[in-house]
């Protein structure tokens, strides 16, 4: 009787809890998921786990959910770095974000396109970079997308800057721009503009276009971004 009652009463208290995170799912307190790309390494590793809730503030800087709904690309939630709002004057310049004419990467860690002779890439691999990211360019050199953290003077690595026109941001905002280089451009009124850290392996806004304000839905906080 006495460890039926014990059993119960953790039943109980394991339905209760079950509940408050079902409750808390659905109220967008509290909400997991997982990112099946690369656009937010190095902050949210691909295949990685993340934890939001809609009691945060969405602060500029942060990696906030939101629904993205241009139908020219995948229409869902999004986890992106929210990097200009309304009046804010958005530049890109060879990789390089400026938000209101000052420097702003400094804020976080980003990757960006180089290229990599065979060693370093063998190198990055053993440490455990995934070999699909390494596209060849000739017989002894790779593109990859690395982080600062990443780059040692040990090997050779040199900076891939696009200058021509991406088509598809052109779509978009008319203009002879592309993933490095994009802009000026000034936020509308009640928009907001989101990055993906990984600059050159990210569906953002310089793709999709300006998000409506209302469509952030949540605030990632784990991991610390």
């Known amino acids: 009787m006495f460890k039926k009652k014990i059993f119960n009463r953790v039943l109980l208290a394991g339905s209760f809890i079950v509940s408050l995170l079902i409750i808390a799912k659905l109220s967008g307190v509290l909400q997991y998921a997982l ?15 993340v934890l939001m809730s809609n009691l945060l503030p969405y602060e500029k800087y942060k990696i906030l959910v939101f629904n993205q709904n241009n139908p020219e690309y995948q229409v869902g939630t ?20 400026y938000v209101n004419d000052t420097l ?31 596209y060849p360019i000739d017989e002894n ?10 780059l040692t003077e040990k090997y050779f ?11 598809e941001i052109f ?3 008319g203009k002879n721009w592309n993933a490095d ?10 928009k907001v503009f989101f990055l993906g850290d990984n600059r050159n392996a ?7 276009g300006f998000t409506d304000r209302e469509e952030i839905v949540g605030r990632v906080f784990y991991p610390k971004n």
């Open 35 to 49: 990112l099946p790309t690369a656009g937010s390494e190095p902050a949210i590793k691909r295949g990685g786990w």
């Open 78 to 97: 999004y986890a992106q770095r929210l990097v200009g709002i309304e009046n804010d004057k958005i530049h890109i310049k060879d990789g390089i974000l």
């Open 104 to 134: 702003v990467d400094s804020k976080f860690d980003t990757k960006l396109s180089y290229k990599v002779d065979r060693g370093f890439a063998n190198y990055l691999i053993e440490q455990g970079a995934d070999e699909n990211d390494f």
């Open 141 to 150: 050199h790779y593109l990859t997308q690395l982080s600062k953290k990443d």
């Open 157 to 167: 690595f040199e900076r891939i800057i696009n200058k021509n026109t991406d088509p």
């Open 171 to 173: 779509k978009v905002f």
């Open 181 to 190: 280089n994009f802009g000026p451009l000034k936020i509308p009124k009640g």
């Open 202 to 208: 990210s569906l953002d806004s310089r793709y999709i």
